[in-house]
């Protein structure tokens, strides 16, 4: 060979390379993990409105202990086949819609009330390029602490220009002295959560419940679903004639609810009545094909539902770069 060839001065040249390459790149795996996800939002057109799933966390739950009408065992079998087992990572998520004339938040998260895995809406809410003084009204599904407790940070209000709305029976429920001095211990916190994180908006004359089925804002209705809780609420979201259905807690476990409606939860108010709003929703939501989204679907939680054999099948939304 031709040492001084055009050949060998090129393949010099290469092997420098690479061992330059393989200097870096053995450099950059001794960098730290990041360990932090992404913004935690997500966003898609509905018609002429903007939807933006926002999360708030993620919290463990032991979901072996506390579905009911069903057994363990058949619990941990249905999240086997899905590649997941108790306790199970659950998803807290909340939503923003942007109707080009009215910001509506729909439940707020729990802020510090379950643990530091969670709390994380406002700051989602600012990645997606809002800021909470922009929501111009704060829907409730219901008053448990993990849908309530983003409405006030240090006692003050976070979402300071809103009107928070909220089912009458779900407000008299929760917020009663009465019902909070006779609950259970392991119950009064439902109660002492909602009362901290609604007053501040009670003694600003800024709380303004609503009675059954509502029309909120224009595009936004108001849906009576109580079961889970007594005033609990489901909204109807529609534009350009699309529409979605926010489920709130209507269902928990994806894994083990879509396939058995009947499957209930410890902290259902009424489990019978629950199960019935659950099968409702689901076969409604199945006939007509609309969008659908949960608090506790994995985040975004947003999707459409399919009929099959007994039960269901949630078919996530496809991920989108809206235009």
């Known amino acids: 060979m031709n040492y001084h060839s055009p050949l060998r001065r090129a393949l010099i040249a290469a092997a420098s390379g690479v061992m330059l390459f393989s200097g870096v790149a053995t450099a950059l795996a001794a960098a730290p993990q990041a360990k932090f996800p992404a913004p935690g939002f997500f966003r898609m057109m509905l018609g002429n409105f903007e939807i933006t799933a926002l999360s708030d966390g993620t919290v463990d739950l032991p979901v072996d202990k506390i579905l009911t009408n069903t057994t363990p065992g058949k619990v941990d079998q249905a999240l086997s086949k899905v590649f997941l087992k108790a306790p199970l990572e659950t998803s807290v998520n909340g939503y923003l819609i942007n109707t080009g004339t009215k910001l509506v938040l729909v439940d707020t998260g729990a ?73 259970p211990k392991e119950s009064k916190g439902f109660f002492q959560g909602a009362m901290a994180s609604l007053k501040p908006y009670v003694d600003a004359g800024k709380f303004k419940p609503f009675n059954g089925n509502t029309d909120l804002v224009p595009g936004i209705k108001a849906m009576a679903s109580p079961g889970h809780t007594p005033g609990h609420s489901t909204y109807v979201v529609e534009s350009e004639g699309q529409k979605l259905v926010l489920w709130g807690d209507l269902m928990h476990v994806a894994a083990i609810q879509f396939a058995d409606p009947g499957v209930t939860i410890q902290f259902d ?40 054999g007994r039960g269901y099948v949630f078919v996530p939304v496809n991920y989108s770069v809206v235009r």
């Not at 800021?131 to 983003?150: E, F, L, R």
């Not at 006692?155 to 609950?183: I, M, P």
Request: aromatic share 8%; glycine share 8%; hydrophobic share 45%.
């Open 111 to 183: 802020a510090s009330l379950f643990g530091p895995t969670l709390g994380k809406l406002v700051n989602n809410l600012k990645a997606a390029g809002y800021s909470p003084d922009q929501v111009d009204a704060v829907v409730i599904t219901h008053m448990h602490p993990d849908h309530v407790g983003g409405l006030v940070s240090d006692g003050k209000l976070v979402f300071a220009n809103a009107t928070v709305h909220a089912d009458q029976h779900d407000a008299d429920f929760w917020l009663s002295q009465a019902n909070l001095d006779k609950a």
């Open 269 to 308: 108010t009424d489990s019978k009545a629950a199960a019935l709003q659950r099968q409702r929703a689901y076969a409604d939501a199945a006939k007509a094909g609309y969008w659908v989204a949960a608090a506790h679907l994995a985040f975004p939680g947003i999707g459409h539902l399919r009929k099959e």
